[in-house]
């Protein structure tokens, strides 16, 4: 009988497609910002599923909400009318100030999209993208991804896409020309290294994308839905893209993506895009759920306005001001997260790390040396974390993370990294 953990381990070794590299731990449950094994023994999450778990495992508001559409109705093709998609598409528009809505089922399908729209509307084939930049591993979303590993098996790719080094805005300039229909990339580059946009670099890119016709993509894919410490992060850097890309969290977990449109952008003609599966009822009723659980608010915040542009770097003392949709497990991702970074900065070993980077809980620390053993290590401690390439440990806890498990898991950090350099 596969009543054993090697047992189930080996059929799911014996059937899987073979692409994962799979890690010695069954997940069987989750709660909150918690994972559990087999054997009942807990860990301190800091992948996140990957940046999808941002309201973490089981979270009430969601499973309450697909349990109740599961058992009205699971799936509508946009071929009809359906007032839980009618719901969620009006109130995402109302939050993100955004015109209209695309609604698909991940990041990578929202980047495929996207690229798409850029063709039909500007009537140009290039696009330019950063070094280290990931927006996906289907044929257009890998194009405008930088990895050679995830690249070169595929080649070749789709003509025209350009890669130019992140925040140089020289290089950016040089690229733009006729026939660059879009410049397309993230605010912090996630997978890449986690590495955020200097101050007005976005700016500048918005600025001579439109000067030269193109349209500036913001992939949020990983950054959106609270994770920087507003529910978008381009919110933070005083841009108004014509097309916003997101996914992962959007949904408290539940498979789903989006193509924000501005109204610059407009409405699409019939029949140039489309998903079977994209905007169906339960999705919808996970992303309206989540979206209720991003912007509460349990306080007053009155006083508080808009945030300037750029928004500043926490210092002691300082209390940031937020967006009326940013409720209050946004607005602490910003604070805990900065907290912490300057914690690791200061008492991080300095014979293990070179640099750590990020925005709100968003983390990566870039090691001396290779970060698979440190993550073996983790693990065996009771926390459980991502890498960013071969270098980087890349945190991404879910946004209800108990200020006890955060600290809990930044001092494990410490002294695995003591530990292991």
Known sequence: MLNTLANWNELEDQHS??????????????????????????????????????????????VEAISKQAAELITCPELFHNPVRARYQAELCRVSGFSRV?????????????????????????????????????????????????????????????????????KLKEALNENIGAVLLEVVQGEG??????????????????????????DEVQTGWGRTGSLFAHWQDGIQPDIVTVAKSMAGGIPMGAILLSEKIGTLDPATHGSTFGGNPLAC?????????????????????????????????????????????????????DEVRLHLMDNAPEKAVREIRGRG?????????????????????????????PMVLRLLPPLVITDEDMWQATHIIEETLNDAF
């Open 17 to 62: 497609s073979g692409t994962y590299i799979k890690r010695d731990l069954q997940v069987v449950r989750g709660e909150g910002a918690r994972l559990f094994d087999e054997t009942g023994r807990s860990y301190i999450d800091l992948v996140g599923g990957q940046g999808s778990a941002n309201l973490g495992h089981a979270n009430p508001a969601i």
């Open 102 to 170: 695309f609604l698909a089922n991940s990041g990578t399908e929202a980047n495929e999209g996207a690229l798409k729209i850029a063709r039909l509307k500007t009537g140009r084939k290039g696009i330019i993208a950063t070094m280290r930049g990931f927006h996906g591993r289907t044929m257009g979303a890998l194009s405008a991804t930088w990895e050679k590993n995830y690249r070169e098996p595929f080649l070749p790719l789709i003509d025209g896409v350009v890669h130019v080094p992140y925040n140089n805005i020289d």
């Open 193 to 218: 290294g986690v590495h955020p946009a200097q101050a007005g670099y976005l700016q500048a890119v918005q600025e001579l994308a439109h000067a030269n016709g193109s349209l500036l993509i913001i």
């Open 285 to 337: 009723a996970a992303g309206l759920a989540a979206l209720g659980e991003y912007t509460k608010l349990t306080h007053q915040h009155a006083e508080e306005t808009p945030p300037p542009s750029p928004l500043p770097e926490l210092k002691e003392g300082e209390q940031y001001v937020h967006r009326e949709a940013d409720g209050d497990m946004v607005r602490r991702a910003r604070k805990l997260g």
């Open 361 to 389: 809980l968003m983390f990566g620390i870039e090691l001396r040396n290779k970060v698979a053993p440190v993550l073996k290590m983790l693990q065996e401690r009771g926390v459980v974390a991502l890498p960013a390439g």
